[in-house]
């Protein structure tokens, strides 16, 4: 199935990702909410979700918006607090502190997958 889902177009799995989020309870309105959307679909696109795949999303989002990694980070943790999902939400990994706004992007990620 991922292999399937890297096949489709950037624009089709970001849409997806976008729709997927929204239904969380995440508002569109929040600049975070295309950072986050962003990361998700790059680590969709690459089929990885390590650090460094991370990482490298942050460094794309920088240089496109100017903008410092913390910024990013702290709009991403404001965002994914209005996350009004239970099951995601009480993941054990989410609530994990050692690298956590990663973590919490996984449990995101393997969400939308699920329900792709």
């Known amino acids: 199935m991922q292999n ?3 096949n489709l177009s950037i624009n089709l799995i970001n849409n997806k990702v976008n729709v997927l989020l929204s239904t969380l309870g995440m508002n569109e309105r929040y600049n975070a909410f295309e950072y986050l959307s962003f990361i998700i679909t790059y680590m969709i696109k690459q089929d990885n979700e390590s650090t460094e795949t991370y990482n490298q999303a942050i460094a794309i989002l920088q240089e496109k918006y100017a903008i410092t990694n913390r910024a990013i ?17 009480s993941k054990a990994q989410f609530n994990l502190n050692k690298k956590s706004t990663l973590n919490k992007i996984r449990v995101l990620k393997a969400y939308i997958l699920a329900n792709f």
């Not at 702290?74 to 939400?89: P, R, S, T, V, W």
Request: hydrophobic fraction near 35%.
């Open 4 to 6: 399937q889902i890297t």
């Open 73 to 89: 980070t702290c709009g991403l943790n404001k965002l994914i607090k209005m996350c009004n999902n239970e099951d995601i939400f």
